[in-house]
């Protein structure tokens, strides 16, 4: 199979390898409105990511970083961003989504789309935040949020990813968390790795409600599991 030539499962999950290294997912952040990514993406990896998740493309690095993934967190109604962001970066962004809510986080924790995972129904935020910083994540992004750690860990948005139709979980997270952020982002969670193994799942998937791009190590079984978690 060549990588980002060829639909694999469904009718919207692909494989890809972004900037020579299989781990997609820092290097973009998409909702179901925008996707976020360098400007030194290539053109082809562009088009794909525009045909998969059919959203609309900012271009900018965050921080004068490539690593979008784990510096911004965001859904439909607004966008999380870490307070490294530079001034011109930010305006890219908000000349670019107009009606939507952003916030720069000031925190002492940056690494804000580590720490953040949402869709359009629920976030669950970090315990690292503290209350201030929950209610503005909290009005930003319009829903309910909760304080949380997926198997132990804090940095549930690098554990996890969920779209409006489903989500993916660390293999090591209990039956009982699996059911509790199913009810609560009312879509089922599955447990899987990315990536021939990897844990980390966000660091491997750039998702929405319309498709899926994943790392090119990414296993047959691998790719059937987060197809069917995501349904795409």
């Given amino acids: 199979m ?46 794909l990511i525009e045909k998969a998740l059919e959203t609309d493309i900012i271009k900018t690095t965050i921080a004068g970083s490539f690593l979008i993934g784990p510096l911004v967190a965001g859904n439909s109604n607004g966008l999380v961003v870490s307070c490294m962001v530079l001034d011109e970066e930010l ?46 994540i909290q009005d930003t992004l319009g829903v309910e949020v909760i304080q949380g750690m997926i198997a132990n860990r804090p940095y549930v948005g690098s554990i996890a990813v969920v779209t409006n139709n489903g989500g993916i979980i660390h293999v090591q997270a209990s039956r009982e968390e699996e059911e509790k952020l199913s009810e609560f ?15 980390f799942i966000r660091s491997g998937i750039i998702a929405n409600s319309k498709g899926a791009i994943v790392g090119a190590r990414t296993t047959g079984p691998e790719l059937m599991t987060i197809s069917r978690a995501l349904k795409v």
């Fill in 185 to 199: 982002f009312k879509v089922e969670f599955i447990p899987g790795t990315v990536n021939d193994g990897v844990p």
């Fill in 91 to 136: 305006e890219k962004i908000k000349s670019s989504i107009r009606d939507s809510n952003i916030l720069v986080l000031e925190s002492r924790y940056t690494a804000t789309g580590n720490l953040i995972l949402a869709n359009d129904r629920a976030a669950l935020v970090s315990s690292y935040f503290n209350k201030r910083e929950v209610k503005l």
């Fill in 2 to 47: 060549k990588a980002g030539k060829q639909e694999l499962i469904g009718r919207g999950i692909y494989v890809e390898e972004f900037f020579g290294t299989v781990e997609v997912g820092l290097f973009a952040t998409a909702t179901d409105r925008v996707c976020i990514v360098p400007p030194q993406i290539k053109p082809r990896h562009q088009k």
